[in-house]
């Protein structure tokens, strides 16, 4: 029992970045958990991405074919379990991802294994330690999994710096990992549908003023759409305003929205929830203004304020007055 | 269609919230609580397939102590059926693989066509128990759906990827999904319904009663807090002082400066 599975990822045709950043982490970790580090792609074509998993630290990479041409979670889940199985690893690492979410909490529950999801830091401690956020991100909680022989962390993507991609001269060996999977799918692949394009690309903007739930009502939308025009802003939001229809999807800030990157990104009444952070935690400068200090977006913001969003509104229109 | 929800009573920290001097949890002076953002949604969308299917029931599961038949009265003023709560001491701070294990149980029992989850609870965020009772239950499942179309046999599903994108599956049923926000508009309940609400069946019982017991709660356990702390906040945001007044002139300052 030793050594650190990586789940790397890919969608259609792409290998994911967070494959790259769980490789960090595992390199980081390697010499304390012992073993080897070995990284498994799940793919019907994963010969495809092979070269640049072999990158510094990795002892090995696993290929599994999947016989389907997308992601499928049962396939997946037996997939993992196999390799779990072949390598008897302390640690599987996965990202905090859609894919990874769809199945590894389940291979996690009916082997009986350690499992966390949204780990942000890891450690070690006589086995593996992880950090995550508590109580809606206010707090932080760090866990251990006494007792486990395999345990599955996901990892929050954006934490980790990604590993440098291997360039087809690295020295790990590279093994096809023959596992029994035909039949084992359970939902059908139907196609996908893209994300329509929008009036506005807020991802060209180079200064975002950002609205969330703070602002209560949809009739309160017209009066900061305003006050973007006349700061020369582009109104952004967080996704409950498009949830409830409000706004456009294509306004939409976040994980399932745009990522966007700003000179100056102005967030009004946005808590700061993990996937709203992922769309724009690497903006140039962050102005969080919130009634709630414990809000976690001034943990990533540069300048903060604990006030009433209306209130400023107030003030800044008064100034162009 | 017999849809079995299992719903979560959430906790919200209030703005002046302190942690226990032991650092075991969070003084109960600064916490309220709410049914689950997602549960309204998955609920909602169970709700709305009873009602195409134009029979079976909703049925809304909570594993919690008392203060949370809250959640579960929530769900049943809302339209569900008849609710389920599951509580022994033991499962004070149970992780997801845990919660999982016992509404294995509840929901096993009841033989649904369809469980739906939330995608995540707002306080926790594990975003992982509907999927491990999938795994527990042995169900097909599809996490983050945004959509549900049903033919009565099976359905076609919108799963919502990274960036937006939408994937659309076909699962047959029985299977479990996990619902995100945005699917419908969830509905309000009525004074009127609130009041039945207590009027309608609710069944409370024990991990034992489902033929759990302690050695096999224990091993369903998939981490163990050793620490809860205050975020270190590091470098931080510089935070501006003063009235309004005040940090709107700051704020202007600075984004002229960044724009420049
Ligand atoms: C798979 C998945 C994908 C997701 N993708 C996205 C995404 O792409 N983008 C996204 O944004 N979210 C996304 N979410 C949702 C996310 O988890 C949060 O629910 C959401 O970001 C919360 O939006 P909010 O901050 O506006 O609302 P809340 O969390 O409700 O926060 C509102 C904030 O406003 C503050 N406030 C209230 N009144 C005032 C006032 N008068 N003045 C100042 N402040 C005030 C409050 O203190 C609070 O902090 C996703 C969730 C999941 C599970
Ligand atoms: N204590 C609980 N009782 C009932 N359902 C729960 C409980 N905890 C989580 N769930 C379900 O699992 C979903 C995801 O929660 P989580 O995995 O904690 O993020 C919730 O939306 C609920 O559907």
């Given at each position: 029992?030793?050594?650190?599975?990586?789940?790397?990822?890919?969608?259609?045709?792409?290998?994911?970045?967070?494959?790259?950043?769980?490789?960090?982490?595992?390199?980081?970790?390697?010499?304390?958990?012992?073993?080897?580090?070995?990284?498994?792609?799940?793919?019907?074509?994963?010969?495809?991405?092979?070269?640049?998993?072999?990158?510094?630290?990795?002892?090995?990479?696993?290929?599994?074919?999947?016989?389907?041409?997308?992601?499928?979670?049962?396939?997946?889940?037996?997939?993992?379990?196999?390799?779990?199985?072949?390598?008897?690893?302390?640690?599987?690492?996965?990202?905090?991802?859609?894919?990874?979410?769809?199945?590894?909490?389940?291979?996690?529950?009916?082997?009986?294994?350690?499992?966390?999801?949204?780990v942000t830091a890891l450690g070690w401690d006589d086995g593996p330690v992880a950090i995550r956020g508590a109580y809606g991100d206010k707090l932080v909680a760090e866990y251990d999994f006494p007792g486990k022989a395999t345990t599955l962390l996901l990892l929050r993507a954006g934490t980790f710096a990604p590993a440098a991609a291997g360039d087809g001269g690295g020295g790990a060996r590279v093994t096809e990992v023959a596992i029994e999977l035909d039949g084992v799918a359970r939902t059908e692949h139907g196609g996908y549908r893209e994300v329509p394009a929008g009036d506005v690309d807020i991802t060209k903007a180079d200064f975002l003023l950002s609205i969330g739930r703070g602002v209560e009502e949809k009739d309160n939308i017209e009066r900061f759409e305003e006050l973007a025009r006349r700061l020369g802003a582009t109104l952004s939001v967080s996704r409950p305003l498009v949830d409830a229809g409000w706004v456009p999807g294509a306004r939409q800030v976040g994980q399932s929205g745009k990522t966007v990157k700003p000179r100056v990104y102005l967030a009004l009444g946005i808590s700061g929830a993990v996937q709203h952070l992922a769309g724009m935690r690497t903006a140039e400068t962050i102005i969080a203004v919130n009634t709630d200090p414990e809000a976690p977006i001034f943990g990533v913001a540069h300048y903060g304020a604990v006030i009433d969003m209306f209130e400023l509104a107030d003030e800044l229109e008064q100034a162009l007055d | 269609m017999k849809v079995v929800v299992p719903v979560k009573q959430v906790v919200v920290l209030d703005d002046e919230f302190e942690l226990l001097p032991d650092g075991s949890g969070v003084d109960p002076d600064g916490i309220e609580s709410e049914l689950n953002e997602w549960d309204t949604f998955s609920l909602e969308a169970a709700l709305q397939l009873r009602d195409a299917a134009g029979d079976g029931e909703v049925v809304a599961i909570t594993v919690g102590d008392e203060d949370a038949e809250e959640g579960l009265l929530a769900a049943l003023a809302k339209g569900a059926d008849r609710g389920v709560r599951v509580w022994h001491d033991e499962l004070q701070g149970a992780d997801a693989l845990a919660v999982a294990r016992v509404l294995a149980g509840a929901v096993g029992r009841e033989s649904p066509d369809l469980v739906?989850?939330?995608?995540?609870?707002?306080?926790?965020?594990?975003?992982?128990?509907?999927?491990?009772?999938?795994?527990?239950?042995?169900?097909?499942?599809?996490?983050?759906?945004?959509?549900?179309?049903?033919?009565?046999?099976?359905?076609?599903?919108?799963?919502?990827?990274?960036?937006?994108?939408?994937?659309?599956?076909?699962?047959?049923?029985?299977?479990?999904?996990?619902?995100?926000?945005?699917?419908?508009?969830?509905?309000?309940?009525?004074?009127?319904?609130?009041?039945?609400?207590?009027?309608?069946?609710?069944?409370?019982?024990?991990?034992?009663?489902?033929?759990?017991?302690?050695?096999?709660?224990?091993?369903?356990?998939?981490?163990?807090?050793?620490?809860?702390?205050?975020?270190?906040?590091?470098?931080?945001?510089?935070?501006?002082?003063?009235?309004?007044?005040?940090?709107?002139?700051?704020?202007?300052?600075?984004?002229?400066?960044?724009?420049?």
């Open positions: 029992m030793a050594g650190i599975l990586v789940l790397a990822e890919a969608r259609r045709g792409e290998l994911r970045d967070v494959s790259l950043e769980l490789i960090t982490a595992a390199t980081e970790l390697k010499a304390r958990a012992g073993g080897e580090l070995a990284v498994a792609l799940i793919d019907a074509t994963p010969e495809r991405y092979v070269a640049r998993l072999a990158a510094a630290g990795v002892d090995e990479v696993l290929t599994v074919r999947s016989p389907v041409a997308q992601f499928e979670p049962h396939v997946s889940a037996r997939a993992v379990e196999g390799l779990i199985e072949r390598l008897r690893p302390t640690l599987v690492l996965a990202a905090h991802s859609i894919d990874a979410l769809g199945f590894v909490p389940a291979v996690a529950a009916t082997g009986g294994r350690g499992f966390l999801s949204d | 739906l989850c939330g995608v995540q609870s707002s306080d926790a965020i594990n975003s992982a128990t509907g999927i491990a009772l999938a795994g527990f239950l042995s169900l097909p499942h599809v996490a983050v759906v945004t959509g549900i179309a049903s033919d009565g046999s099976a359905l076609t599903v919108e799963r919502e990827l990274e960036g937006g994108l939408v994937e659309l599956v076909r699962v047959s049923l029985p299977a479990l999904l996990t619902i995100q926000t945005g699917i419908n508009e969830p509905r309000y309940a009525t004074l009127r319904a609130i009041k039945q609400a207590r009027d309608k069946p609710m069944e409370v019982c024990s991990p034992a009663d489902l033929g759990i017991d302690s050695a096999q709660l224990a091993a369903s356990i998939g981490a163990r807090r050793r620490r809860l702390a205050m975020p270190d906040r590091g470098g931080g945001a510089e935070i501006i002082e003063g009235s309004a007044a005040d940090v709107a002139a700051r704020i202007a300052t600075i984004v002229k400066e960044r724009m420049d």
